[in-house]
């Protein structure tokens, strides 16, 4: 350790030195800081989890028939069964599966149309497999997409994970609010556009039923008598027809209830030439019922068919209408895509004519965009969502823990040192540890396959080395402190052989940190969290016997009351290390 003293001493001893040593830490300060906006360190709440399950959404065009939604989901389980990770499926038509984690949010339970399927895919358990579920499914998703999607034109085929923290509707969601639904879907297409243009943006769909025209068959109750019919008979042969209902039922010793005997037609007699009129009313026109009289009586006859627009879902939200347009990110993180598609419809939105403001502040809702149609006057929203924002405000509140801890920190150091310089000095060192965590994720994204994100749990490791870290500027302060009054050390010399003495402990310490944070390194959701705290441990260390020392050396609050000093000459003082 006398090397180490000798180096300290001989940096305290030139003014020169002292100012490198700050100069460098602080521009080490600024690079770290500055590799999150430049994407060196990307940020995101959590990473991908690899699971043994993923999902797949369906969603043909409103209005489309279940034989086409089959179709498509088909093609997508001819393209899974060729993978050899893949064990089994389960497809659902019609409706969604079974409520798992992430359906909790994405509205799988209130799926009841023919346009939609999901198809529950399960894999090989995940330590027996070499690729990543997440990655799987980034692989399989251009393929299935370029495939299938063109059997229905307008189809949107979206690949979801199970989630590795809260479940979300989708990774980046912009609702769009106002008071005319038609803007509103004009507005929301838009959106959809310009976020299907943005890198590393997939999956993008919008939550709003396409209006469709349709065909309404009313009894024709005048019809209806005068042929000797009735309506109840008319409205069952429609139903019986085309969805089946139970005529009579049967009983068995094998089964408690009765058992229903179920009546419809065919596939093939259900079907249609097309969807044109002419198409419907030759099919009503093959079908007769037999009156009172015994005569048939086509259904044409008797039923009024009448060409209607769709009624679409309108969903609301704090009792304003609202369109959702959700996208999901291809291993990436949510806040990049977003700040470049939201530029993109800045411009984009000038240019159309609209009066474009940005949220005034900085809150919950700073990246929400206010338009203002000049034309009408009326004014719409779009607001960001879904796990972007959950991001946002995890950071936002892991931030301000972080403050708080500072705060505190501070305090309790006043109250023990009556001294704000000798508190800062202690702050200083404990928040230079950034410089760490920040690069230790650099390097860890280096040497892994997938993307190392800064996540949540980094910066709780980072939070966590605040108090490691100011230990270590505490020994150095309190020792050299204690030679200078108790020895007559002078104190640049004080300060050099504390250095000195309490980097071996400082060492073992930071040894064992890192030790027993190896283990959460390698774990796919708390990596952050060890790697945080390997690297910022590394960088305590040095920033504690190097930089803490020059801050210690300018510090007048080092100085001892001279009132009854102590002679001593500090070469003849022996140390115990």
């Given at each position: 350790?006398?090397?180490?003293e000798?180096l300290v001493h001989?940096?305290l001893?030139?003014?020169?030195?002292?100012?490198?040593?700050?100069?460098?830490?602080l521009?080490?300060l600024?690079?770290?800081?500055l590799?999150?906006?430049v994407?060196l360190?990307?940020?995101?709440m959590?990473?991908g989890?690899?699971?043994?399950?993923?999902?797949?959404?369906?969603?043909?065009?409103?209005?489309?028939?279940?034989?086409?939604?089959?179709k498509?989901?088909?093609?997508i389980?001819?393209?899974?069964?060729q993978?050899?990770?893949?064990?089994?499926?389960?497809?659902?038509l019609?409706?969604?599966?079974?409520?798992?984690?992430?359906?909790?949010?994405k509205?799988?339970?209130?799926?009841n149309s023919?346009?939609?399927?999901e198809l529950?895919?399960?894999l090989?358990d995940k330590?027996e497999?070499d690729?990543?579920?997440?990655a799987?499914v980034s692989?399989?998703?251009?393929?299935?997409?370029k495939?299938c999607?063109?059997?229905v034109?307008g189809?949107?085929?979206?690949m979801i994970?199970?989630?590795?923290g809260p479940?979300t509707l989708?990774?980046?969601?912009?609702e769009?609010t106002g008071?005319?639904?038609k803007?509103?879907r004009e507005?929301?297409?838009?959106?959809a556009?310009i976020?299907?243009k943005?890198?590393?943006?997939?999956?993008?769909?919008?939550?709003?039923?396409d209006?469709?025209?349709k065909?309404?068959l009313i009894?024709?109750k005048?019809?209806?008598?005068?042929?000797?019919?009735?309506v109840?008979q008319?409205?069952?042969i429609?139903?019986?027809a085309?969805?089946?209902?139970?005529i009579?039922?049967?009983?068995s010793?094998?089964?408690?209830?009765?058992i229903?005997?179920?009546l419809?037609?065919d596939?093939k007699?259900?079907?249609?030439?097309n969807n044109?009129l002419?198409?419907l009313q030759?099919?009503l026109g093959?079908m007769?019922?037999?009156?009172?009289?015994?005569?048939?009586v086509?259904?044409?006859e008797?039923?009024d068919?009448k060409e209607?627009k769709?009624?679409p879902?309108?969903m609301?939200k704090?009792?304003?209408?609202m369109?959702?347009?959700?996208?999901?990110?291809?291993?990436?993180?949510?806040v990049?895509?977003?700040?470049?598609?939201?530029d993109k419809?800045?411009?984009?939105?000038?240019?159309k004519g609209y009066?474009v403001e940005?949220?005034?502040g900085?809150?919950?809702?700073?990246?929400d965009?206010?338009l203002t149609?000049p034309?009408?006057g009326?004014?719409?929203l779009?607001?960001?969502d879904?796990?972007m924002?959950?991001?946002l405000?995890?950071?936002r509140?892991?931030g301000?823990?972080f403050?708080?801890a500072?705060v505190?920190?501070?305090?309790?150091?006043?109250?023990?040192y009556?001294?704000?310089?000798?508190?800062?000095?202690?702050l200083?060192?404990?928040f230079?540890?950034?410089?760490?965590?920040?690069?230790g994720h650099w390097v860890?994204?280096?040497v892994?396959a997938d993307?190392?994100f800064l996540t949540?749990?980094?910066?709780?490791g980072?939070?966590?080395?605040m108090g490691?870290?100011s230990?270590?500027?505490?020994?150095?302060i309190?020792?050299a402190?204690?030679l200078?009054?108790?020895k007559?050390?002078?104190?640049?010399r004080a300060i050099a052989v504390?250095?000195?003495?309490?980097?071996?402990?400082i060492?073992?310490t930071?040894v064992a940190?890192i030790?027993?944070?190896?283990?959460?390194?390698?774990d796919?959701?708390?990596?952050?969290?060890g790697?945080?705290?390997?690297?910022g441990?590394?960088?305590a260390?040095?920033?504690?016997l190097?930089?803490v020392p020059?801050?210690?050396?300018?510090?007048?609050?080092?100085?001892?009351?001279?009132e009854?000093?102590?002679?001593?000459?500090?070469?003849?003082?022996?140390?115990?290390?």
């Open positions: 350790m006398h090397k180490l000798n001989w940096i001893t030139s003014k020169f030195r002292k100012s490198m040593v700050i100069i460098l830490t521009v080490a600024v690079l770290s800081v590799m999150i906006p994407g360190v990307k940020a995101r959590l990473p989890k690899s699971a043994n399950t993923f999902s797949v959404y369906i969603d043909t065009p409103t209005g489309s028939s279940k034989e086409q939604t089959k498509v989901s088909e093609c389980v001819d393209i899974l069964k993978e050899k990770e893949v064990t089994d499926m389960e497809l659902f019609g409706e969604g599966i079974p409520l798992d984690y992430a359906g909790l949010v509205g799988a339970g209130m799926k023919e346009n939609v399927a529950a895919v399960n090989t330590h497999r690729e990543k579920s997440f799987m692989r399989l998703r251009p393929v299935i997409k495939k999607e063109p059997l034109k189809t949107v085929i979206k994970e199970q989630p590795a479940p989708s990774s980046i969601v912009v769009v008071d005319d639904l803007k509103d507005l929301s297409l838009e959106v556009k976020l299907s943005t890198k590393k943006v997939v999956d993008v769909d919008i939550m709003a039923d209006i469709f025209k065909y309404t009894p024709n005048d019809k209806i008598a005068r042929s000797g019919l009735s109840d008319v409205n069952k429609i139903y019986l085309f969805e089946g209902m139970a009579a039922h049967k009983n010793t094998n089964e408690d209830g009765q229903n005997i179920f419809s037609l596939d007699t259900k079907m249609f030439a044109s002419e198409a030759n099919k093959s007769n019922l037999m009156n009172k009289k015994g005569m048939l086509p259904l044409t008797v039923v068919i209607v769709s009624k879902m309108i609301h704090d009792l304003n209408r369109i959702n347009v959700i996208a999901e990110t291809d291993e990436e993180s949510q990049y895509p977003l700040l470049e598609a939201r419809m800045i411009d984009y939105f000038k240019k009066k940005k949220e005034p900085i809150n919950t809702y700073m990246f965009l206010h149609d034309k009408t009326k004014k719409y779009l607001r960001w879904g796990e924002k959950v991001t405000d995890t950071f509140d892991l301000g823990a403050i708080g500072l505190l920190i501070f305090l309790l150091l006043v109250i023990y009556k001294s704000f310089a000798l508190s800062a000095i202690v200083a060192g404990s230079l540890s950034i410089i760490g965590v920040i690069i860890a994204d280096l892994t993307t190392f949540a749990t980094s910066l709780i980072f939070i966590a080395l490691i870290s230990r270590n500027s505490l020994l150095l309190d020792f402190k204690s200078m009054e108790a007559g050390f002078e104190k640049k504390a250095s000195a003495t309490r980097a071996k402990p060492a073992l930071a940190i030790l027993g944070s190896a283990l959460l390194a390698s796919p959701i708390f990596g952050g969290l790697v945080a705290l390997i690297s441990t590394v960088a260390v040095f920033v504690s190097i930089f020059v801050l210690m050396d300018n510090s007048k609050a080092m100085d001892v009351d001279d009854n000093p102590i002679h001593h000459d500090p070469k003849n003082v022996s140390i115990t290390r």
